[in-house]
């Protein structure tokens, strides 16, 4: 069986990654896949600790945080295209505001 620790090393390597992609991209698209990296981090934490403790809960949660996930990426793509389509780009420093 393969250590917790091994796990948790993964996890914290992936959430690190997804943080550096997240606040040094200034391109949309690559921030919201670093958001996806970050939550399959804390998904790997919850199936882990759900495995060491031999409780169904952590795994449970893990299949909910999936969900939300997908649907907030469908959500975050339809608004990239809408402001694609009013704006003409999706580069972060230029969408500075809400209204036009």
Known sequence: MIPIEYFLALSA????LGAYGALTRRNTIV???SIEIMLNAANIN?????????DV?????ALFSIAV???EVAVGLAILLN???TRETIDL???NILRW
């Open 13 to 16: 390597i992936l959430f690190a």
């Open 57 to 61: 809960s952590g795994q449970v949660f």
């Open 93 to 95: 420093e230029e969408i």
């Open 83 to 85: 402001l694609l389509k």
């Open 69 to 71: 996930a997908a649907a």
């Open 46 to 54: 919850f199936v882990a600790f759900s495995s060491f403790f031999n």
């Open 31 to 33: 921030v919201l896949m």
